[in-house]
């Protein structure tokens, strides 16, 4: 292996791992490998269609590594993903009409208000380990938050992790470990859609794609093994961090 060929697996691994590892508990680790894949020479549309294979091996991996340890809710899964795969294709048919920056603004407000609220107000953001989840079909509110996070997801996807967050822990009150494990459900399927998408158009280059997945999966699995060995305050402040970087990221972005 030369000198360069080595220097793309340490930059895809550092950023893989780091990434896989920040989806688990939070999100926003897109911000990490975009940037990676083009300084290797990708230009940005190539780029992003190449990053969604690791959103699907991560989601994969996280999910099971929960699922294993009974943090994954199997009934939870059907109810939840139903709203939002249903807006993620109203999210995606909308991509086509309506401008993406008309939602930037209110996007980042809103994510920065809930990480500000769950460190602040914790207990009406992300419910307590021992408390009861709200079943969706009675709560009129859960439904739409989720639709509206398929809406997001289908249409942008990058922060929607942040999205779900709020909607599973806040208004359907699981707790935060519970709420990743099903985040990544919600998010497996968004990535299967982009793979799909993206392929079809060309835009996946398949070696940095398939390394960068292994690595992911590596940094997914010790996301989940710190999540469940550390307090939901731990998992808050990981979350808020990762909110205020993505946000201050994509101001700076334009």
């Known amino acids: 292996m030369d000198s360069d060929t080595a220097l793309i697996h340490l930059a895809l691994a550092g950023a893989g791992i780091a990434a896989g590892f920040l989806n688990t508990m939070a999100g926003g680790g897109s911000m990490l490998t975009l940037p990676v894949l083009m300084m290797l020479g990708l230009p940005a549309d190539l780029a992003n269609g190449t990053n969604r294979l690791s959103i699907v091996s991560q989601s ?10 009974g943090k994954l809710d199997d009934d939870s899964i059907g109810p939840v993903l139903v709203p ?4 993620a294709l109203g999210g995606a048919l909308a991509a086509a009409y309506v401008p993406p920056d008309l939602l930037k603004h209110v996007l980042l407000g809103t994510m920065l208000a809930v990480a500000v609220a769950m460190l602040l107000f914790p207990n ?15 709560s009129p509110a859960g439904l739409l938050g989720l639709f509206a996070a398929g809406v997001y997801g289908g249409f942008v996807q990058a922060g929607v992790g942040f999205v779900l967050i709020a909607v599973l822990g806040g208004v359907l009150r699981y707790d935060l470990v519970s709420t990743n494990a099903l985040k990544l459900v919600c998010t497996l399927v968004f990535g299967l859609v982009g793979v799909g998408v993206f392929a079809v158009a060309g835009q996946v280059v398949w070696l940095p794609a398939a390394l960068l997945a292994v690595y992911t999966v590596i940094g997914s ?3 989940v093994r710190f999540a469940l060995h550390v307090s939901q305050g731990v998992i808050r402040w990981i979350i808020f961090v990762a909110v205020a970087a993505s946000c201050a990221g994509a101001y700076l972005k334009g």
Do not use: H, Y
């Open 60 to 69: 994969i991996s996280g999910a099971l590594g929960f699922r294993r340890a």
């Open 84 to 87: 939002t795969a249903l807006g």
């Open 221 to 223: 699995q010790l996301g």
């Open 124 to 138: 009406a953001v992300i419910a307590p380990v021992d408390s009861t989840p709200r079943r969706l079909w009675k």
